[in-house]
């Protein structure tokens, strides 16, 4: 792990995936082209992401241990990924995030986050509750907003890549944009 931070010390982890430099401009753009009225607050580009595993507060030597555990166990191929297409949560009706979907390597993503959970349990962390739904968060809205007809006719590039590694961030929250911090990389072999 990057920093010498205090072994007790708490911080905001989770797990994820980076979108290229280039990608991430070219996804950025998606806020030129959506209702600048209807009060979107955007993900700053250099924030976009997939998140993998939502981590919580966790001491800081327990993302130790996780580190060695993931090193340890974690043997996976890289793979490519498309993405396309907005959607939202919990529903087009009732929009409080809007993000990209993935169109192409849904299945090799769920089958890493699925690879993950034994060394995450072997750290003292629960299975998710609510399924694994790959997606790239743009967008999130104060208030719940139906937003059927924008997303309907929202046309959006395809965007491809290749899934090579994954990212252990520390998420810092306070004034402005959330601020994210790497805290350790994972690569996927060749």
Not at 30 to 49: A, C, E, K, M
Not at 108 to 114: G, I, K, R, V
Not at 124 to 153: D, W
Request: proline share 8%.
């Amino acid at each position: 792990m990057r920093g010498s931070e205090d072994s007790t010390e708490v911080g905001r982890y989770f797990l994820g995936i980076p979108i290229p430099a280039k990608l991430r401009t070219k996804i950025a753009r998606i806020q030129d082209t959506l209702d600048s009225n209807v009060g979107f607050r955007w993900v700053p580009p250099q924030n976009l992401h997939i998140t993998l595993r939502f981590l919580g507060k966790v001491e800081t030597k327990t993302t130790t241990i996780l580190v060695e555990q993931l090193h340890h166990r974690l043997k996976l191929p890289s793979f490519y990924i498309s993405l396309g297409g907005l959607g939202a949560f919990p529903s087009p009706q009732r929009s409080r995030v809007i993000w990209l979907g993935v169109l192409e390597g849904n299945q090799q993503l769920c089958e890493l986050e699925t690879t993950l959970q034994p060394a995450l349990s072997a750290t003292g962390f629960e299975p998710p509750v609510q399924p694994f739904k790959p997606h790239i968060t743009l967008a999130r809205l104060r208030r719940p907003t139906n937003l059927i007809s924008m997303l309907n006719a929202h046309c959006s590039e395809h965007y491809s890549f290749q899934v090579d590694q994954f990212l252990l961030y520390r998420s810092y929250l306070g004034h402005g944009p959330v601020r994210y911090e790497i805290c350790a990389e994972f690569g996927l072999t060749p």
